[in-house]
């Protein structure tokens, strides 16, 4: 953490946690904060390919291309049952919603906002 950075309480946990996603400003900084499978993460609304509000984009399930291990062919695709993706409103770029990687092209990352619960609450480090 730098000198700079603070944290802020965004509201209680058990109340967050019930609307799957929220969208921040907090002095300027847009921040998506999720509740997903049990787990907490925060993102920078701000899409690394083109700078577009990336957390106000859907949550789908991942797109797989399924393969018959037998003859190795394909069974079609298939929506992951645990992988959810945030998808880009602008560009239609996917960003694995639990680590913030681009569905295939690793150098394109969502930038990660320390998110933790204390005492009940959510709070960011910005």
């Given at each position: 953490?730098?000198?700079?950075?603070?944290?802020?309480?965004?509201?209680?946990?058990?109340?967050?946690?019930?609307?799957?996603?929220?969208?921040?400003?907090?002095?300027?900084?847009?921040?998506?904060?999720?509740?997903?499978?049990?787990e907490i993460r925060a993102w920078h609304n701000v899409c690394p390919h083109l700078g577009g509000p990336v957390c106000q984009g859907k949550i789908v399930p991942r797109t797989l291309q399924g393969v018959d291990e037998a003859t190795r062919k394909s069974?079609?695709?298939?929506?992951?049952?645990?992988?959810?993706?945030?998808?880009?409103?602008?560009?239609?770029?996917?960003?694995?919603?639990?680590?913030?990687?681009?569905?295939?092209?690793?150098?394109?990352?969502?930038?990660?906002?320390?998110?933790?619960?204390?005492?009940?609450?959510?709070?960011?480090?910005?």
């Amino acid at each position: 953490m730098s000198a700079d950075s603070r944290d802020i309480a965004i509201g209680a946990y058990d109340e967050l946690k019930e609307r799957e996603r929220i969208v921040l400003d907090i002095d300027g900084v847009s921040i998506g904060v999720y509740f997903i499978a049990g787990e907490i993460r925060a993102w920078h609304n701000v899409c690394p390919h083109l700078g577009g509000p990336v957390c106000q984009g859907k949550i789908v399930p991942r797109t797989l291309q399924g393969v018959d291990e037998a003859t190795r062919k394909s069974r079609g695709l298939q929506l992951s049952q645990d992988e959810k993706m945030l998808v880009c409103p602008w560009h239609g770029f996917e960003f694995d919603i639990l680590n913030g990687r681009h569905a295939i092209d690793d150098r394109h990352r969502l930038k990660a906002v320390p998110v933790r619960v204390e005492a009940g609450q959510v709070v960011v480090t910005l």
